[in-house]
């Protein structure tokens, strides 16, 4: 049989697009394979995210919930990391809490990767790294380095203006991926507002007394290295401030704007009992003025471009050549969960809630995070 020349063209292209795509199967199919977490000396059970709303199971929203309980009366918290997949020490810091923390008052509640799906996936067109590597005292770890949103396998497309479903707010129709958008959530809307209502319901079921959401921001940004607190968590939150301080840990605070709707600390703080925050650290590969992402950048946290942006006094940080290493914003991140508790304990002394274990800031500063791996 004869070929044209046009058709053995195209059957060139079709083997080259079938090859490439050949290629790429298997970094697509250990995007989806979860990262391996342990189960440290407090961890009691680990549980689905499903088991406090059904229509997550079988998603990539069904999520690991590891529960830390003492066994001792006391309050209840929740650790949220992962929210946005592409902001590490807030995941880094949820493990590093399941791998080493022993409750030794009330309850402590862990979902590492809050929107598993964000890191099934990384930003096009951002060429991010897509895991991070350490050489920890077990050997070799490597973890995920995903997108701030849900993967579009899981919810496309998306429209040109987001509504938010609780207020009615009109927001780009991309930040209906962005689970920090989309609390409290809907059990018949997206995938990620099924997500964000999977949460709130086990804060409602849990009967949880505080939420703390860690992320990350660039160094440019107004509201970093801060905790933004509901109006009704503000007195905890400034007490774990001071506290921090103790530590030669500067923080801000600032409050939950109330016209900005979706927020894990808004909605969350409205919709439910819970004292709702979030904190921030300062990450380059944040940022838009940053050069080339890569994996050293991300751990390492330094960038020419933004040691030059601080000398033009364009920054909300002070940045040096050391600039912001993963072992420093980790080290913050489990410092202010640990300053959380002490200050919800102080106020609320007939609900204690603590725990030992976790390294110190000091001691992640001095050793960095490998030796806790």
């Known amino acids: 049989m004869a070929f044209g020349r046009n058709t053995i063209v195209s059957m060139v292209v079709l083997a ?13 199919r250990a995007a989806e394979q979860d ?4 189960r440290g000396p407090g ?11 059904e229509g997550l199971g079988g998603t990539n929203g069904d999520t ?28 880094m810091t949820a493990i590093l809490i399941v791998e080493h923390a022993v409750p030794t008052a009330g309850r402590l509640l862990v979902i590492p990767h809050a929107n598993r799906s964000s890191v099934t996936h990384t930003d096009y067109q951002e060429a991010s790294p897509r895991e991070l590597e350490f050489q920890g005292a077990s050997g070799r770890r490597a973890f995920r380095y995903g997108s701030r949103a849900t993967n579009p396998t899981d919810q496309w497309p998306d429209p040109d203006i987001y509504v938010h479903a609780a207020s009615g707010q009109q927001l780009s129709g991309a930040e209906t991926r962005n689970l920090n958008r989309a609390y409290p959530g809907r059990a018949d809307g997206t995938f990620t507002e099924r997500v964000a209502y999977g949460i709130a319901s086990l804060v409602r079921s849990e009967k949880v007394d505080f939420v703390v959401d860690l992320h990350e921001a660039s160094p440019e940004y107004p509201v970093v290295n801060a905790i933004v607190a509901h109006e009704r ?12 301080e103790f530590e030669d840990i500067t923080i801000g605070l600032e409050p939950s704007p109330k016209n900005l709707r979706g927020l894990s600390h808004r909605e969350l703080g409205d919709a439910t009992d819970a004292l709702a925050m979030l904190c921030e650290t300062s990450n380059v590969s944040q940022g838009r003025l940053r050069g080339a992402t ?11 471009k933004y040691l030059h942006a601080a000398g033009l006094g364009r920054l909300s940080v002070p940045f040096d050549e050391h600039g912001w290493p993963m072992k420093q914003r980790v080290g913050r991140h489990a410092a202010t969960v640990v300053a959380i508790l002490a200050a919800f304990t102080s106020a609320h002394p007939d609900r204690p809630i603590s725990l030992s274990g976790l390294p ?5 500063m001095a050793k960095g995070l490998e030796p806790y791996l």
């Open 16 to 28: 080259f697009a079938l090859g490439a795509v050949a290629a790429v199967i298997p970094s697509y």
């Open 35 to 38: 990262d391996v977490i342990r």
């Open 43 to 53: 961890v009691t059970e680990v549980r689905k995210l499903s088991t406090w709303f």
């Open 64 to 91: 690991d919930v590891y529960v830390l309980d003492s066994g001792k009366p006391g309050a209840t918290g929740l650790v949220l990391g992962g929210t946005h997949g592409n902001e590490p020490a807030g995941y």
């Open 233 to 244: 968590a503000m007195p905890v939150a400034s007490a774990a401030v001071l506290n921090l």
């Open 294 to 304: 890569d994996a050293r950048q991300v751990i390492e946290g330094t960038d020419d």
């Open 360 to 364: 110190s800031y000091a001691d992640l």
